[in-house]
């Protein structure tokens, strides 16, 4: 999971979106194209760990200004380099390009991601586990 959520380059504007879409996927209970869906200021109201939120933050700031265009509309929050909506094919190529920088074979569902982070949150808080997950994103 860790490795996942590290693989995008935070460097340029493309992997900054990408580990935000990432980040919010893992941690919040939502599908693809409700993620996707989301508008700007709707991820404040989601419960995000803060350095989910700081790389949000950094995305709103850094990467988006990019491709927002007077016709974005709903002004959502989360674009593509022409200044549309990102589909949920973009957002599941990012999860296969990360899962491969990451060093497996095959991506993992956004929804099997989404239990073993929130299974290893859970068994840290029982005191199963170290708090050695790394969330500085």
Known sequence: ????????????????????VLAILVEANLEVDQ????LIGQHKD????????????????????????PTTGKKLLFLNPYGGPLNNQTARKALKKAAELAGLSEAPSVKCLRRSYWAYIRGQSQGRLPSSFNRDL
């Open 1 to 20: 999971i860790q490795g996942i959520l590290q693989a995008p380059d935070r460097t340029c504007a493309k992997g900054l979106r990408d580990a935000a």
């Open 35 to 38: 993620c996707l869906a989301l």
């Open 46 to 69: 989601l419960a995000l760990e803060a350095p989910t939120r700081d790389l949000v933050e950094a995305y709103l700031q850094q990467a988006r200004p990019l491709w927002a265009r």
